[in-house]
């Protein structure tokens, strides 16, 4: 296996904190990863990583080395992209993140088509509906949905989503339409989605006086969109929700739409990347065929 190999290996164990989960990007066996980890260590005589049976972490060494080993891989693949005409025929790997909801539903079905006019670029696709730390977690792009943040990312945008409130029949006739943000606080169960380390709740709504954000609580919590959608058709609560993820359930009558003069603000959907990559072509080619498709998927 070539020197190089391995050091996107290490980078790979670095950025993902965990061998196994290496050795699944990389389809390789964990013990191939080891193996390569472990040779490195042996050819540069000092330990990478602080590893026991529960956790791994880099050690001063490894924190040292990765600054270095990834300008080693973005030379190479620059040298590459240099004496190749990567704009006709890209080749490498792309680790891609999405929200459950668009993920599903409208990037997954697109990618087959990418792969089938660039057959050289493997796509590793996550999907979740917590907040993913695109560095920190070794990504190229994330599909990003909701308040662009403040970073040093780049972000394409796609459109602004539209967003409402809504709740089943059942639950209304239960417990009455909400009148307004005070009310929703005070008087209904809401819906929220919770993930480690989320904010709290805070469901903002368009006033007279401006956006104003309520704090709101509900008996039920999780960390997948597409569970809080069951829920409000189940008749136990209010949610938040994109209005394309529930579009079908509002014209079917199965959701109701609440607090129509005082709707949620839209959102941005875009997709984000370091600034570093923005020149890799396969990643600007993947972001060209993507975004306008996504836009078309959801009438933005």
């Avoid at 080891?34 to 042996?42: D, G, V």
């Avoid at 049976?53 to 030379?75: C, K, N």
């Avoid at 919770?194 to 805070?202: C, K, L, M, W």
């Avoid at 006086?209 to 959608?229: C, I, K, M, N, Q």
């Amino acid at each position: 296996m070539s020197y190089v190999e391995t050091i996107k290996t290490f980078l790979r164990v670095f950025d993902l904190g965990s061998m196994s989960a290496a050795a699944r990007d990389q389809r390789i066996s964990p013990a191939v990863a080891s193996a390569r980890i472990n040779t490195l260590e042996t050819q540069m005589g000092v330990r990478l990583f602080s590893r026991t049976t529960r956790s791994l972490a880099p050690t001063e060494q490894g924190r040292v080395f990765y600054d270095g080993a990834q300008r080693i891989v973005e030379a190479i693949e620059a040298a590459e992209a240099a004496v190749t005409d990567m704009t006709r025929s890209p080749r490498g790997t792309l680790f891609v993140a999405a929200p459950l909801g668009v993920g599903r539903t409208v990037l997954a079905p697109e990618i087959p088509g990418f792969k089938k006019l660039y057959p050289l670029v493997d796509i590793r696709l996550r999907l979740s509906d917590r907040k993913i730390d695109l560095t920190a977690e070794g990504l190229d792009v994330v599909l990003f949905q909701g308040n662009p943040p403040d970073s040093n990312l780049m972000l394409r945008r796609i459109g602004e989503v539209e967003r409402v409130l809504c709740a089943s029949p059942d639950y209304l006739a239960f417990k009455g339409q909400p009148k307004d943000g005070p009310d929703l606080v005070a008087h209904h169960d809401c819906l929220n989605l919770r993930y480690p380390g989320a904010p709290e709740f805070q469901w903002p709504l368009q006033t007279p006086d401006g956006p104003v954000r309520y704090a709101v609580s509900g008996p039920f919590e999780s960390d997948d969109g597409d569970v809080l959608t069951t829920w409000a058709l189940g008749g136990y609560g209010v949610v938040l929700k994109p209005r394309h993820e529930v579009a079908e359930h509002l014209a079917s009558g199965a959701l109701v739409e609440l607090c129509t003069r005082t709707p949620p603000p839209p959102v941005t959907l875009g997709m984000l990347f370091a600034h570093k990559r923005h020149r890799d072509p396969k990643l600007r080619l993947f972001l060209d065929h993507m975004g306008p498709r996504i836009a078309q998927a959801l009438g933005l």
